[in-house]
T-cell receptor
Framework: EAQVTQNPRYLITVTGKKLTVTCSQN?????MSWYRQDPGLGLRQIYY???????DKGDVPEGYKVSRKEKRNFPLILESPSPNQTSLYFC????????????FGSGTRLTVV | AQKVTQAQTEISVVEKEDVTLDCVYE???????LFWYKQPPSGELVFLIR??????QNEISGRYSWNFQKSTSSFNFTITASQVVDSAVYFC??????????FGTGTRLKVLA
């Protein structure tokens, strides 16, 4: 089954404790992206990657890091999480054309206390 | 500039009523794609439909229908005979090859039994 696998589904952490949210896709998609969803703000892009070793900032990159060492994996790293990073996060992938839309992971609900 | 506006923040209907979710977009590109995604209470984002700018045919899938009108830059979504299971947040999105995906802020639909 074609899918984007994102883990964990729920995470509660404390301010400053580094964490990683993993994302893996099995569709051989070139393009992967991380979004955060906040009430009233819709989906905002954090980072994206157009292919292996190619990453770039989205609209709200501050406080986040990503890497793309393999085509299938695109982890999101929060080096020093803060409460304003409490949000619902989605990993997504699509082919290089973009015309078929994204496939999204199940989401990670992160709470930073 | 690219923009997607979902002016309806929240809609409540009684089961079996018809409901239309509005989506208005802005783009200067002549080739673009429009999407609708559904986010049920479980949180995942589910692809519903894709429409390209050259195809203004309306589409019907069961109780769901989509009305694409380039003259008014709208891509509206109608649910006929709504059911409680239709309760979700619905996102409209725009993509063109010259830009990234732009998501609307979503419309929360509540279908009351």
């Amino acid at each position: 089954e074609a899918q984007v696998t994102q883990n964990p589904r729920y995470l509660i952490t404390v301010t400053g404790k580094k964490l990683t949210v993993t994302c893996s896709q099995n569709m051989n998609h070139e393009y992967m992206s991380w979004y955060r969803q906040d009430p009233g703000l819709g989906l905002r892009q954090i980072y994206y990657s157009m292919n292996v070793e190619v990453t770039d900032k989205g609209d709200v990159p501050e406080g986040y890091k990503v890497s793309r060492k393999e085509k299938r994996n695109f982890p999101l790293i929060l080096e020093s999480p803060s409460p304003n990073q409490t949000s619902l996060y989605f990993c997504a992938s699509r082919d290089g054309t973009g015309i078929y839309g994204y496939t999204f992971g199940s989401g990670t609900r992160l709470t930073v206390v | 500039a690219q923009k997607v506006t979902q002016a309806q923040t929240e809609i409540s209907v009684v089961e079996k009523e018809d409901v239309t979710l509005d989506c208005v977009y802005e783009t200067r590109d002549t080739t673009y794609y429009l999407f609708w995604y559904k986010q049920p209470p479980s949180g995942e984002l589910v692809f519903l439909i894709r429409r390209n700018s050259f195809d203004e045919q309306n589409e019907i899938s069961g109780r769901y229908s989509w009305n694409f009108q380039k003259s008014t830059s709208s891509f509206n979504f109608t649910i006929t005979a709504s059911q409680v299971v239709d309760s979700a947040v619905y996102f409209c999105a725009l993509f063109s090859g010259t830009y990234k995906y732009i998501f609307g802020t979503g419309t929360r639909l509540k279908v009351l039994a």
